[in-house]
């Protein structure tokens, strides 16, 4: 299984950045998804997840009313959209593919089983 992200970069504070997630290897379309973050020197944190069906979402507090996870039905491509980015943002983000028909949204990293190698988002003030 290969995860890929993309999409990251920079961004100066207010503006916005979409990331695109894409797996291959299995279908996307009917795991639990995630998104997470780490920043240097700080642990990788629980940004935002969607179930399966895409019916419930979750967000971290931080970034709740900003960033917003959608998936395509058909490919199974996961999206976050980050709006009104923020330089506490900066981090590298990092997509995870986590149980098949899983209708519940997990936080905990450890729920996930493939990860992809991620991808820098920079924001400057």
């Known amino acids: 299984v290969q995860v890929v992200e993309s999409g990251g970069g920079l961004a100066q504070a207010g503006e916005f950045l979409r990331l695109s997630c894409a797996a291959s290897?299995?279908?996307?379309?009917?795991?639990?998804l995630g998104w997470f973050r780490q920043a240097p020197g700080e642990e990788r944190e629980f940004v935002s997840g969607i179930s399966w069906s895409g019916d419930d979402t979750r967000y971290t507090d931080s970034v709740k009313g900003r960033f917003t996870i959608s998936r395509d039905g058909n490919e199974g491509t996961l999206y976050l959209q980050m709006s009104n980015l923020k330089p506490e943002d900066t981090a590298t983000y990092y997509c995870?593919?986590?149980?098949?028909?899983?209708?519940?949204?997990?936080?905990?990293?450890?729920?996930?089983?493939?990860w992809g190698r991620g991808t820098q988002v920079t924001v400057s003030s």
């Open positions: 995870a593919i986590g149980k098949r028909w899983d209708r519940d949204v997990a936080t905990d990293p450890a729920d996930y089983d493939y």
């Open positions: 290897g299995l279908t996307m379309s009917v795991y639990g």
